[in-house]
Every structure is written in structure tokens, then in C-alpha cells.
């Protein structure tokens, strides 16, 4: 796959999440805090639940449905999780949000 312009930073809430997905089918979630923005599999590699409907404290996202929990920014588990979370690289042009599902951090 290629990078995929996603949305605009306008499009994510503030210290918010929001799932999108791209062609070819990956889901995949953007969490903005201020002006930083972060990239993550869209659902949860234990149970395949959507990861937006979780909770996300400006670092850590935790999964509603067991309460796993993963650093946004390395992808590594913390607490319960087993295993790691795909993170990925983000480009910013300006406002818009491009990311490359192949190029995992």
C-alpha cells in the first residue's frame, strides 16, 4: 500500500479519536492531542473490537472490552496487554493527515 491522505485535524476532536477506513480495508484509528496526531490499528489484535470506543487519556488507549491498554506513541503494551498494538507513521501537510499503512513504527 501507499500513503493514504486520511483527513484533516480539523476532523479529529482535540485530545479525541476517530476510526477511518482506508482503501484496501485496513481500519485505522487517529488520536489527536493538541497538535500532535498518532496512528494505530483500528481494532483491538485480542478481540477485533473497535479501539474507538475505548478511552483515551492523551497517552494511553484502553480497550473497553477487557481493559487492555497501549501506549499510543510506541504501540507497546502496558498493564494487562499481551501484546503490542500496530502504530504507524503519520505525515502532516499542512492540515491534512496522511498515513502509510505499511510503514509500522
Not at 484533516?8 to 492531542?33: H, K, P, Q, W, Y
Not at 484502553?62 to 499481551?82: F, I
Request: glycine share 8%; with cysteine.
Amino acid at each position: 500500500m501507499a500513503r493514504h491522505y486520511v483527513c484533516d485535524r480539523r476532523d479529529i476532536a482535540e485530545n479525541g479519536m476517530a476510526t477511518f477506513d482506508l482503501t484496501g480495508g485496513a481500519s485505522i484509528l487517529l488520536l489527536r492531542v493538541d497538535d500532535q496526531v498518532y496512528a494505530c490499528d483500528g481494532v483491538c489484535p485480542h478481540q477485533e473490537v473497535r479501539l474507538e470506543d475505548g478511552l483515551f487519556d492523551g497517552e494511553v488507549l484502553t480497550c473497553h472490552q477487557h481493559m487492555w491498554q497501549w501506549n499510543v506513541a510506541t504501540g507497546e503494551p502496558v498493564g494487562l496487554a499481551e501484546c503490542p498494538l500496530n502504530v504507524y507513521k503519520v505525515d502532516m501537510e499542512g492540515e491534512a493527515i496522511y498515513v502509510d499503512p505499511d510503514m509500522k513504527l
